[in-house]
C-alpha cells in the first residue's frame, strides 16, 4: 500500500490555490475554535451529533488523487490555449469548492479562463477553445475525459467536460471574475471559524443526497446554499461570521489610506472586500464575541430555522450585506442577496421546485426533531 502524507496533498493544494489566485488551504489548520467541534455542555444526543458530523464530513474524499486529476486538466487546458490568447495574458483560474474547501465527492472543478484583453465575447472564445480541445483530445482522453460539450445557451455559457460514465467533472466559463470574487469569500469565511466549512459540507452533501442542490435543474445552487449557511451564522448569538458591510472596502478604507493590499488574496486577485484576516479582527470585527455552539448545535438550528415553513415558503429575502431579513412575496419562496453583486438569488425555479425544496428542509427539521441523526436526515 502506497502511504500517502499530508505534505503531498498541501503541496497540490497549494499549486491549486495559486492558480486560483486565492488563499492557501494550510492556513484552515490552525483555527483556535476546533475545540468547539463537540461540546460537552450539549445534550447527550446533541454531542452525539455533533461526533457523527465529524465522522461523516466529506473533505477527505478531496484526495491526494482528486488534486492530481484537477491538476492534470488544468494543464492539459492550458497546453491548448492558443499563442495570442497567451501573448495577451489569458489564464485559467480555478474557483468554487476545489478552492474554498467546501469541496464534497460530488462537487466538480469550475475553471475560469480569464481573457479580458483578447477581444471577443465570451462564446466565441469558447468555441475557439472547444476546436484546440477537438484537435487535441487524445491529452483529454489519457487525463480520463469522455467528452466535451459547449452550453452556450447558459446564463453563464461553458465548456462543459465529462468524466466517466459521462460524469460532469470540468466546467469552463470566460471572464466569469464575479464568481472567482464570490469564490474569495466564501474561502475567507471558511477560514474566520474551523466549523463553518464543516457545517457548509455537511448541508451541502445533504442537498446533494436529497437532489436539491442542482442549479440547472432549477434547485439550489451551492453558492446560495451557501450563503443561507453564512447568513444564518451571522445571526447567532454571538454572531459566528461579520456581516458583509463590516468587512467591505468601504469600511476599511476609514482606517487604510491604501486598501490595495487588504484587498488582495495571496496570489494577486483584487476583490472588494478585506481579505487581509489580522486586519479583520484588528479594525473591522472588533466586537466579536466568543461562541461556543457545537457543529452539531449548528447543525440543528439551521434546519429548524429554515424547515419552518413559514421562514421558507412565505417569501423571505436574506441580505448577507446587513445579515438583515426581509419580507417578499409568498410566490419568490426563499431568496438570499449576493453580497458581492446584491443580486437576488433564489433558491427555486418555479412553484413545483419551491416545493421540493421546502419539503426537503421540512424533512430535515422533522428527522432533527425526532432521531437527530445525520446518517437519518442524509436517506443513506
Same mark, same amino acid.
Given at each position: ?33 476546533? +475545540? ?103 491529452? $483529454? ?42 469564490? +474569495? ?87 472588494? $472586500? ?107
Amino acid at each position: 500500500m502506497t502511504i500517502i502524507s499530508d505534505n503531498d496533498i498541501s503541496e497540490l493544494r497549494g499549486w491549486l490555490c495559486a492558480k486560483g489566485k486565492t488563499f492557501q488551504h494550510t492556513k484552515f489548520e490552525s483555527d483556535p475554535n476546533r +475545540h468547539l467541534l463537540v461540546s460537552n455542555t450539549d445534550d447527550d444526543l446533541i454531542k452525539a451529533l455533533s461526533e457523527e458530523c465529524l465522522k461523516m464530513d466529506v473533505a477527505p474524499t478531496q484526495s491526494l488523487a482528486v488534486y492530481k486529476t484537477m491538476k492534470e486538466f488544468i494543464l492539459c487546458l492550458e497546453s491548448v490555449l492558443p499563442e495570442s490568447y497567451r501573448s495577451a495574458g489569458a489564464f485559467f483560474c480555478p474557483f468554487g469548492s476545489s478552492v474554498t474547501n467546501f469541496w464534497t465527492d460530488k462537487s466538480d472543478l469550475d475553471v475560469c479562463l480569464v481573457a479580458d484583453s483578447v477581444g471577443l465575447e465570451g462564446v466565441s472564445i469558447l468555441e475557439e477553445l472547444e476546436r484546440e480541445v477537438e484537435k487535441h483530445w487524445s491529452k $483529454f482522453e489519457a487525463a480520463g475525459l469522455e467528452s466535451c460539450s459547449l452550453i452556450s445557451n447558459a446564463t453563464v455559457p461553458v465548456l462543459k467536460f465529462h468524466g466517466k460514465k459521462n460524469k460532469p467533472f470540468l466546467d469552463v466559463s470566460v471572464n466569469n471574475k464575479a464568481a472567482i470574487a464570490n469564490s +474569495h469569500l466564501v474561502a475567507l469565511f471558511g477560514l474566520l471559524d474551523a466549523r463553518v466549512p464543516i457545517l457548509g459540507r455537511l448541508i451541502k452533501r445533504w442537498a446533494q443526497l436529497r437532489g436539491i442542490n442542482d442549479r440547472s435543474e432549477g434547485t439550489i445552487s451551492s453558492y446560495s446554499l451557501l450563503l443561507l449557511v453564512f447568513w444564518f451564522l451571522q445571526n447567532r448569538k454571538p454572531c459566528i461570521l461579520p456581516t458583509y458591510d463590516t468587512i467591505s472596502k468601504e469600511a476599511a478604507s476609514k482606517f487604510a489610506s491604501s486598501c490595495e493590499d487588504i484587498c488582495c488574496t495571496d496570489h494577486g486577485f483584487k476583490v472588494p $472586500f478585506v481579505v487581509n484576516i489580522d486586519f479583520i479582527l484588528k479594525h473591522l470585527w472588533t466586537n466579536r464575541m466568543k461562541n461556543e455552539e457545537s457543529v452539531g448545535k449548528l447543525l440543528y438550528e439551521f434546519f429548524m430555522f429554515f424547515g419552518d415553513e413559514s421562514n421558507i415558503q412565505s417569501g423571505l429575502k436574506l441580505n448577507l450585506r446587513d445579515g438583515s431579513k426581509s419580507q417578499t412575496t409568498r410566490d419568490d419562496g426563499l431568496a438570499v442577496v449576493c453580497p458581492t453583486t446584491e443580486r437576488i438569488l433564489s433558491t427555486h425555479k418555479g412553484a413545483a421546485v419551491l416545493e421540493q425544496v421546502s419539503a426537503e428542509f421540512r424533512r430535515a427539521r422533522s428527522i432533527l426533531q425526532q432521531t437527530k441523526s445525520l446518517r437519518d436526515l442524509y436517506g443513506v
